[in-house]
């Protein structure tokens, strides 16, 4: 079976939490799409150019525990708006989305530019400050100190970046369910998102009962 889960939105909305319970349910093949971004990132702070590095990303490199390091956020970002680098990463993506089996894959640009097809669509979002409070609690817990307030920062400038950059810029597929996370647990997510995906399964289940 083809099927796609995508979900977008802005740093820290839940979308890999989310994305990870729909792969438990589903049994389908998880992609955080962030990490290819974050991994060419590395390789760019060390000196290499990054569309040379994106070209030759090993997928060992996504295991790196120092991508989830700040400046790598800010640097995956700035990297991110070169057109040649997106299309150099696309391949890879776009195989991911359609392997047999069915896929989840999180990110900016899944449900717009990597997977326009994709079968369920979720946008994933919630205020900055909900964000910034639950990244900096997870950089405290990995014991990578910063400030609320500077990571608040961080967090704004990536999301003005990512949504006004001129290639796949970070937005809402017009078919996408925006989910506001803000106010919800963990669990009250994962089940709005479930709720969405099921639905979606149902609805393509009939369909290929209608073409036979
Ligand atoms: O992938 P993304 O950057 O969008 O977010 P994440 O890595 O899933 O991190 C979200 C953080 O917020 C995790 O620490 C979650 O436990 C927490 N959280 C959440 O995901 N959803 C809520 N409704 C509340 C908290
Ligand atoms: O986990 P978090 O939401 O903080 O970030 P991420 O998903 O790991 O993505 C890091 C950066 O990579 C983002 O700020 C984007 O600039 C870029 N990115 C992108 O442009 N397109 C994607 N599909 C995924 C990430």
Request: hydrophobic share 45%; with cysteine.
């Amino acid at each position: 079976m083809i099927f796609t889960v995508a979900i977008d939105g802005p740093a820290a909305a839940g979308k890999g939490t989310i994305a990870r319970a729909i792969a438990a349910e589903t049994g389908f093949a998880h992609l955080d799409t962030g990490l290819l971004y974050r991994a060419v990132a590395l390789r760019s702070l060390a000196g290499e150019d990054p569309v040379t590095a994106a070209r030759g990303l090993d997928p060992v490199a996504l295991d790196d525990p120092r991508l989830r390091r700040p400046e790598v956020s800010q640097e995956a970002s700035r990297i991110s708006a070169i057109p040649a680098l997106r299309e150099a990463l696309f391949a890879v993506q776009r195989g991911f989305a359609r392997r047999e089996g069915g896929a989840v894959m999180d990110g900016r640009d899944i449900g717009t530019v990597i997977c326009p097809e994709a079968e369920a669509k979720l946008f994933v979002t919630a205020s900055p400050e909900a964000r910034a409070r639950r990244r900096w609690e997870e950089l405290r817990a990995a014991g990578l100190g910063t400030s609320y307030e500077a990571t608040l920062e961080e967090v704004r400038a990536r999301d003005a970046r990512d949504a006004a950059r001129a290639v796949a810029p970070m937005r809402p597929a017009p078919d996408a369910v925006v989910i506001d996370t803000s106010d919800l647990t963990v669990a009250e997510a994962v089940a709005a998102a479930l709720a969405v995906v099921r639905d979606r399964l149902v609805a393509a289940e009939g369909s290929r009962r209608r073409q036979g």
